[in-house]
């Protein structure tokens, strides 16, 4: 079986046909011109299939739907209100809002895509009204969006995990380093545009009873990934499950902060803490064995009850609403739900299109990395890297300018589908832990969703802020070259990624991370 599939491939993505009908078409012509024994077009069919039906993909669907429910029942609008309480108050305030809720909407959503929509229809009116330029609006916000699919949850490490046969739960735990790098390392450029360009403050101060408010107002959704990583660390349930769990909890806490008893509980702050914290602490205990922390957890949960005894006793009682401006709580509980359910259908059909598009993807990429392997490319691609040098630290240098090449014009999820069966097996050949190779792969091909020419996050942006590509790609620059420089800080420092993996027990410290082996040494005995 000849490479003609390969180069058919490439013609195509050239004329300008979709990458899902590429990867198939290729290998479908490829086979017509090379006269191949019917047999394998019968392969190349149950390929797709099989390449679909798989347990651990469930999570990507999961993880879509959970965060289209969080974007669409307003919880958006609490992520930005808190962050804008906690930094609105420095110069450039509004742009360093930005990238803080991109930070915390990571948690929840997973997907560059959603954060540069969601935050973008809020945030880039308001920058622009606040003396910014629109495409440094636009820019800073796809920027800042890649840190999505960085921390967990996140759609693209479930994809490599499936294709790789890695853990998705250590994958998650080495993307939290990186993607607070990337958050700091934006927030730290854009302090200092800040004062050169003389940017406005965005807002007052905040007192901290005001944040204390704000914190409150975000903590349903704050818990979201402590839910998932709690259950997927402590076994109880598995990643796709867990994205299962994320879903329903994005719908119950959707409806929760519409409810007026819960707007009513967060307004007295104290009396909000005063049960919150210990019941948080309940919470953890049920993800861990520990005996101490469990029995700790215990008497938080009791105290839960003497609190209230004691607030109730001494607190002075906040004054009641009038009778006719107090909705009642079932008609509260119904206005709620009502307004949850009714938004339910268009959720779905999102979920469904981008779930359809990225499992038919899957099922594409599957068959296409079947052909490679069938026709010998990837042992004659791991021949000519392996034949230039054997030296690791030169191979990662080598594979990091590859996959930004490839990022310019490829998505992320084909990335990771073509070149993660390829590029995998040789860099696990030189040394190079798998784990630390994944992490490395899945950060450089999401930070080339905001690289152009077709990086796209540029052009949901563009779209958003109603402003030329070419223009956002003008102020992008800067920040790309940001992280680009924690693609290589992770690169060649791998105790940053490989450090929490290896506390948590889902990978051993990499020869030469001397910091990962003392913490571990420290920590984990």
Request: aromatic share 12%; net charge neutral; with cysteine.
């Amino acid at each position: 079986m000849g490479l003609a599939f390969f180069w058919l491939f490439f013609l195509l993505m050239a004329i300008g046909m979709p990458v899902v009908f590429a990867l198939l078409v290729g290998p479908g012509l490829s086979l017509v011109i090379d006269g191949t024994d019917g047999r394998f077009f019968a392969k190349l069919l149950s390929t797709i299939y099989n390449g679909i039906y798989s347990f651990p993909l469930m999570a990507v669907p999961f993880f879509i739907l959970a965060g289209e429910l969080m974007n669409s029942g307003g919880i958006t609008r609490s992520i930005v209100k808190f962050s804008e309480s906690m930094i609105g108050h420095v110069r450039g305030g509004l742009a360093q809002v930005n990238i803080l809720s991109s930070i915390l909407f990571a948690g929840l959503s997973g997907s560059a895509v959603a954060d540069t929509s969601a935050l973008g229809k809020m945030l880039i009116p308001a920058m622009e009204q606040n003396g910014y330029s629109r495409r440094f609006a636009a820019a800073i916000t796809a920027a800042s969006s890649v840190i999505g699919p960085i921390i967990p949850p996140s759609g693209i490490m479930v994809l490599y995990a499936f294709v790789m046969n890695v853990s998705v739960a250590g994958l998650f735990l080495a993307g939290f380093v990186p993607g607070l790098a990337v958050g700091l390392g934006l927030m730290t450029l854009t302090a200092y545009f800040s004062r050169v360009r003389n940017y406005p403050v965005a807002s007052r101060r905040a007192t901290w009873g005001e944040r204390s408010v704000a914190f409150l107002e975000t903590y349903p959704a704050l818990m979201t990934p402590v839910l998932l990583l709690g259950g997927i660390l402590s076994g109880i349930y598995t990643p796709t499950e867990a994205a299962a769990v994320a879903a329903f909890y994005a719908l119950f806490a959707s409806a929760l902060i519409r409810l007026d008893i819960w707007r009513r509980f967060i307004s007295r702050p104290a009396h909000a803490y005063l049960h919150i914290a210990p019941l948080t602490l309940f919470l953890l205990a049920g993800f861990t064995d520990h005996v101490g922390i469990r029995l700790f957890a215990g008497l938080s949960a009791a105290w839960v009850v003497a609190a209230e005894v004691l607030w109730r006793m001494f607190a002075r009682p906040a004054p009641a609403p009038a009778a006719d401006k107090r909705p009642a709580v079932l008609e509260n509980l119904g206005e709620a739900v009502r307004f949850t359910t009714g938004r339910l259908p268009e959720v779905f059909r999102q979920t469904a299109i981008q779930s359809g598009v990225i499992l038919l993807l899957v099922g594409a990429a599957v068959t296409f990395g079947w052909m490679v392997t069938v026709s010998g490319l990837a042992r004659e691609a791991a021949s000519l890297i392996t034949s230039t040098t054997d030296n690791p630290y030169l191979m990662l240098f080598l594979v990091n300018i590859l996959l930004f090449i490839v990022g310019m014009f490829l998505d992320a999820g084909p990335a990771i589908l073509i070149l993660g069966p390829v590029l995998g097996p040789i860099m696990y050949q030189v040394g190079v832990d798998p784990l630390h190779f994944a992490i490395v792969m899945c950060v450089n091909v999401t930070v080339g969703l905001a690289t152009p020419p077709m990086g796209l996050v540029l052009f949901v942006a563009s779209a958003v802020a109603n402003e030329k590509v070419e223009r956002i790609v003008q102020a992008i620059w800067p920040f790309l070259l940001v992280e680009f420089a924690v693609i290589f800080l992770i690169t060649y420092f791998p105790s940053l990624t490989m450090t929490i993996p290896a506390l948590a027990g889902f990978a051993k410290c990499p020869g030469g991370a001397f910091l990962c082996e003392a913490v571990v040494g420290a920590i984990g005995g």
